[in-house]
């Protein structure tokens, strides 16, 4: 981890400004990485709050969708609930719904966890097909040009949950995470995995999030109980969207709804 992280965060008035702003946030960062090196990766996160920004990508009648290089995006997830695909819990189907029905990718250029096989095969199979698809060698760590986060009300990411096996992970790019407080298994990238992107931020909405964002965000290092602190990219800037409600608990914004954040690591 970098010693210092810079937190910027951006609030808007409610959860439809919040998925605008997002929806623009994942144009403006696909631009950059097609300007940087000809291609976008991105990892994504499922949720109520990504739906919405995903559905105003995906309607060719808003600025959004016209203006995306889909051409030139390759699609990969951060986290998935192990059920089948057409699953009401999956979320690879509740991005089918909300984008990949409506956004011009080709099936090469879309990356799904396969959360209807078992937990380890599953990560295991995803592993490789990170390995194949950025040509990793040996202990070589993907470097995603964008990755989408949420935060629960517990202050898990991805499906990094509180005292939970994969939070000690450091040594896999995905790990099969099984969560006993909800007697579930779940597969995800690890938080090294995560803090190796180019950019990394937050999508957070809602009342509930406004106390645990601040625990995470200014409070005590915490990171078994507070796994989204484990999120520390190694560029050293982490981004936030969020909405009025979720940053109420936070120092106020400038004019412009932007504020600044310094932790020491």
């Not at 990508?57 to 290089?69: A, C, I, N, V």
């Not at 597969?187 to 090294?192: A, M, V």
């Amino acid at each position: 981890m970098s010693r210092k992280l810079r937190i910027i965060y951006y609030v808007e008035e409610d959860a439809g400004a919040l998925a605008k702003r997002a929806a623009q946030y994942f144009v403006e960062m696909v631009d950059e990485a097609v300007d940087r090196r000809g291609r976008a990766r991105i990892a994504i996160s499922g949720g109520s709050t990504p739906k919405a920004a995903f559905e105003l990508l995906s309607d060719p009648k808003l600025p959004w969708h016209g203006r995306m290089q889909w051409d030139k995006l390759d699609l990969y997830w951060v986290d998935e609930r192990c059920v089948p695909p057409d699953d009401p819990e999956s979320n690879y189907r509740m991005t089918r719904e909300a984008l990949l029905e409506s956004a011009p990718l080709k099936p090469e250029q879309i990356h799904r966890m396969e959360g209807e096989l078992d937990p380890e095969e599953a990560a295991s199979r995803y592993e490789s097909e990170l390995r194949n698809s950025f040509r990793l060698e040996g202990a070589e760590l993907p470097r995603f040009d964008l990755i989408s986060l949420g935060m629960g009300p517990d202050g898990h990411t991805a499906s990094l949950f509180p005292h939970t096996e994969a939070l000690h992970e450091m040594n896999r790019l995905v790990a099969a995470n099984h969560v006993p407080q909800m007697d579930t298994w779940r597969i995800t990238l690890t938080w090294p995995v995560i803090n190796r992107a180019n950019s990394v931020f937050f999508l957070v909405g809602g009342a509930d999030k406004a106390q645990i964002l601040k625990e995470v965000m200014v409070g005590p290092r915490d990171l078994d109980r507070l796994p989204s602190q484990l999120i520390w990219p190694a560029s050293g800037i982490l981004t936030l969207i969020l909405d009025k409600s979720a940053a109420s608990m936070l120092p106020a914004t400038d004019d412009e709804g932007c504020g600044f954040l310094e932790r020491e690591g």
